[in-house]
């Protein structure tokens, strides 16, 4: 498991704060997204850092340990963004995660491009960030999947897309132009593995109405997702359009009829601290004037 700078700066700041609450309140993201860091960085250090007390949380004696460490890594991570955007006011970094980044992306990154003399930089993330690096400060601007429940957000709707179901090739039900909610009663799972609830919740069968499921299996991103489709583990709720970014053998993507769309956004923090970031949007709104 990879360790990230989310993580450490999760765990520094309940350190700091004594509690969980409060260092979702300080790192302005939600108390589960601070929860599942932090859980992600105990995997990764083999220990329980927190006793979970009442009213708050207390290190164990290995989360002592780590504590300077941890507070010196998350220092020199602020202090490279910093040197970076006093450095190159101009560039810009775009985060994304799986097929959120649709067509539109080019022109999101072409639209930035034209409003800057630096770069643009494209970050990818997966499932443990559904914000795309706006969570953790490491993107300005992110092309998203809505819903999410950061209020933190403000964002603006650039493509509408049908729901489809992802299915093994083998599937009787694969070679349907479209298959309904109700024809897939009692089926196996594959559903994201996120600290987003809201998130997670929109790609649960439950979201379309399906109540009765077999087994559900977690995944942490689009890729194992497919795999997990293709190996007949179970069947997963993605896009139409899934397939136009991720060729994968074995798996078909079937629409879902009723009408069930999901969209594809960018998004920003507020307040706006990027010079150009009003500018990118203002534009993106004028390309995109029916999705508001």
């Not at 953790?136 to 403000?154: F, K, V």
Request: glycine share 8%; charged share 20%.
């Amino acid at each position: 498991m990879a360790l990230s700078i989310q993580s450490i700066r999760a765990f520094a700041a309940v350190a700091q704060q004594g509690s969980f609450a409060g260092a979702a309140e300080l790192l302005k993201v939600s108390q589960p997204t601070v929860s599942a860091a932090v859980a992600r960085f105990e995997t990764h250090t083999g220990n329980r850092l927190f006793r979970r007390e009442h009213g708050g949380a207390v290190l164990t004696p290995a989360g002592q340990r780590i504590l300077p460490h941890a507070l010196r890594l998350a220092t020199a991570a602020d202090e490279l963004e910093q040197a970076i955007a006093s450095d190159n006011g101009h560039s810009l970094v775009l985060g994304f995660m799986g097929e959120a980044a649709s067509t539109v992306t080019g022109q999101v990154v072409r639209t930035a491009q034209e409003k800057l003399d630096g770069p643009v930089r494209l970050r990818r993330y997966d499932f443990d960030d559904p914000t795309g690096g706006l969570a953790s400060g490491e993107s300005h601007m992110a092309i998203i999947w809505p819903p999410l429940s950061a209020d933190y957000l403000d964002q603006v709707v650039i493509t509408s897309d049908r729901r489809a179901v992802a299915l093994p090739v083998s599937d009787p039900l694969a070679n349907r132009p479209e298959v309904a909610p109700d024809e897939l009663i009692g089926r196996n799972w594959v559903v994201p593995r996120s600290p987003d609830p809201i998130w997670t919740a929109f790609r649960h069968p439950r979201s379309i109405g399906t109540t009765e499921v077999g087994t559900l299996v977690e995944s942490g991103s689009v890729e194992e997702t497919l795999e997990l489709v293709a190996a007949g583990t179970g069947i997963a709720l993605l896009s139409e359009s899934t397939e136009q970014h991720y060729a994968r053998a074995g798996v078909v993507i079937v629409p879902l009829t009723g009408n069930l769309r999901c969209t594809a956004a960018l998004a920003w923090r507020r307040p706006l601290v990027h010079p150009t970031v009003a500018e990118i949007v203002a534009d993106i709104r004028t390309l995109h004037p029916t999705q508001r």
